[in-house]
């Protein structure tokens, strides 16, 4: 079973349209909750960093949420663009040693239709 | 052009052949991470580097796949006797020694084994 479980895998919208992506994870001890936009072809770029203390967090038209004792974060996107369509992926970062490794979701795909 | 560099994009070879790919993380950045991503899936961690040692591998990196950071700067990714099944996009991302910190990813190299 993978350690960040992410949903729904794939999802369509229109443009202007808001969405919500979730994601659950196990992955202990935790460091912090990262989501990443990755466009087709592209290595990821990172949208949102989040520590156990941080409840949201705001890039712009992405919003971040984050609880720590559930286990559970979302991204909602906020009045979708066409160059919203990507995968977004959640990706928790766990204490090791004294480093982090991070585990990362299988990732969502967004397609935001005209 | 400051962010993460991979070399080759792109890279189509016989099966059998070796390959090597390249690593440019930022110039400040001490740890480096492969990670490899298959179509439809989330990257999966391969091995990391702070400065040139490498601190750990994952099960999944065979002995078919070396890495090397020799003066803890550019980083290579050997693979030897290539298999249809490493056909997949690898990562290179780097970050600097530090808790909660971003790790930036280059745009990956595509390797297509025939």
């Known amino acids: 079973k993978n350690q960040v479980e992410q949903s729904p895998q794939s999802l369509i919208i229109l443009e202007g349209k808001n969405c919500t992506l979730q994601?659950?994870?196990?992955?202990?001890?935790?460091?912090?909750l990262r989501w990443y936009k990755q466009d087709t072809g592209r290595g990821p770029v990172s949208l949102t960093i989040m520590t156990f203390s941080e409840n949201t967090k705001s890039n712009g038209r992405y919003t971040a949420t984050l609880d720590a004792d559930t286990k559970q974060s979302s991204l909602h996107i906020t009045a979708s663009q066409l160059s919203d369509s990507a995968s977004y992926i959640c990706?928790?970062?766990?204490?090791?040693?004294?480093?982090?490794?991070?585990?990362f979701g299988k990732g969502m795909k967004l397609t935001v239709n005209p | 052009d400051t962010g993460v560099s991979q070399n080759p994009r792109h890279k189509i070879t016989k099966r059998g052949q070796n390959v090597t790919f390249r690593c440019d993380p930022i110039s400040e950045h001490n740890r480096l991470y492969w990670y490899r991503q298959t179509l439809g899936q989330g990257p999966e961690f391969l091995t990391y580097?702070?400065?040139?040692?490498?601190?750990?591998k994952s099960r999944l990196l065979s002995d078919r796949f070396s890495a090397e950071r020799p003066k803890g700067s550019f980083s290579t990714l050997e693979i030897q006797r290539t298999e249809q099944g490493d056909s997949a996009m690898y990562l290179c991302a780097s970050s600097l020694v530090r808790e909660n910190t971003e790790a930036f990813f280059g745009q990956g190299t595509r390797l297509t084994v025939v």
């Open positions: 990706v928790v970062s766990k204490r090791q040693g004294g480093s982090e490794k991070l585990v």
């Open positions: 994601c659950n994870y196990t992955v202990s001890p935790f460091s912090n």
């Open positions: 580097f702070q400065n040139e040692a490498q601190l750990e």
